[in-house]
């Protein structure tokens, strides 16, 4: 039962990485986890850190608060692991990204992240990727709000992307009901070489290129009842390396 994992946030769990916002809050680093029956539960009840570094599996980390957390305000590095309810505003340093995520069975769930800024790097609403980290299978990103985000909402790179680790495979991507603005990139979702991603449902604000890319092999997509900006040309641009599978509006031109 969730209940009886759920703890308090006391000073043993926190611990200073990198600089400290200006009201002076640390960041917090999770290296416990529980079972996949009882995770174990991190509720920060709409406290402020200075972002999160998760390190365990079979964790649930929610309603916490990071004003111009250091960057990427998430970091989340293991399996069945489920981030919801956070607020992330204006990170910075790093390459200023709100979530980066690795592993399997991840959920990505009612956050809201905004203020992602380029001039820290190619600021994503959320990234992944497996260069010296795993990849990343059966991944659900549902009911998020990516606001005045300057680069993409999602940049996903499996290992075999070319400057991937070429270990294994990233598969099962859902993504479903989500509002995305993409402020400065030419699309809005990337995937490469990510197999049997489901996008649906979603919103896509302002007018970056195309909704969607799907490059490298990033084969057997369904794309269905987005609402895309009148500012966008077209939904989705595919590669021939990903036609396979592909089922979906018309592709509009490349990824």
Do not use: W
């Not at 917090?28 to 995770?39: D, K, R, S, V, Y």
């Not at 905004?114 to 299978?137: R, V």
Request: contains cysteine; hydrophobic residues 30%; charged residues 20%.
């Amino acid at each position: 039962m969730l209940g009886k994992s759920l703890i308090g946030i006391t000073a043993a769990l926190f611990m200073v990485v990198g600089s400290a916002p200006a009201d002076g809050a640390s960041r917090l680093t999770i290296n416990q986890g529980g079972t996949a029956e009882n995770p174990r539960v991190y509720d920060g009840t709409g406290k402020t850190v200075d972002g999160i570094d998760i390190r365990a599996s079979h964790v649930i980390v929610r309603n916490f608060t990071m004003n111009r957390p250091s960057a990427p305000g998430i970091r989340a590095l293991g399996n069945n692991i489920t981030l919801e309810a956070n607020t992330i505003t204006n990170p910075v340093n790093g390459d200023g990204d709100g979530i980066r995520f690795f592993g399997d069975n991840i959920k990505i769930l009612r956050n809201t992240i905004s203020g992602t800024s380029n001039k820290y790097g190619h600021a994503d609403c959320m990234q992944t990727y497996a260069t010296n980290t795993p990849g990343s299978n059966h991944v659900l990103i549902e009911g998020n709000r990516c606001q005045k985000i300057d680069n993409m909402c999602l940049m996903a790179e499996g290992p075999n992307e070319g400057e991937g680790s070429g270990k294994g495979h990233s598969s099962h991507f859902t993504l479903r009901g989500n509002f995305c603005e993409t402020l400065k990139a030419s699309q809005t979702l990337m995937f490469e070489d990510i197999q049997h991603a489901t996008i649906e449902n979603n919103e896509f604000a302002a007018s970056p290129t195309k909704a969607i890319g799907l490059a490298i092999k990033s084969t057997n997509a369904t794309v269905s009842g987005n609402k895309v900006s009148p500012g966008i040309k077209y939904e989705v641009g595919i590669d021939k390396s990903s036609m396979p599978g592909y089922k979906g509006p018309k592709p509009g031109g490349k990824p």
